[in-house]
């Protein structure tokens, strides 16, 4: 049995003794599903959350290679084309924040 089919034949045993003890079978299964979705919600934002930390290191990451970069570069053209990179780096990083 994997781990989900446990976790459910565990929760109709606690429906089934809540059923013994007075209360309706259906409400106590209508309660788990409601408590098993509010879990995956919070699961699923935990998840973009993570996600978006990883982004924002990973941005911080390339700004910092780019500026350095940029700093050691000679030629005009090319520096400012490596600081407007970073400036669009900077920007997203902005917005990623900001949500």
Do not use: H
């Amino acid at each position: 049995m994997n781990e989900l089919s446990v976790n459910r034949m565990q929760r109709l045993k606690e429906c089934y003794k809540q059923e013994s003890a007075g209360l309706s079978w259906r409400s106590c299964l209508r309660e788990k599903y409601q408590d098993l979705k509010r879990c995956e919600s919070c699961a699923c934002v935990l998840f973009t959350q993570v996600d978006m930390q990883e982004e924002i290191i990973k941005l911080k990451k390339q700004i910092q290679r780019v500026e350095a970069s940029a700093w050691k570069e000679q030629q005009p053209k090319k520096r400012f084309e490596l600081y407007q990179r970073m400036q669009s780096y900077k920007n997203k990083l902005v917005e990623l924040k900001n949500e």
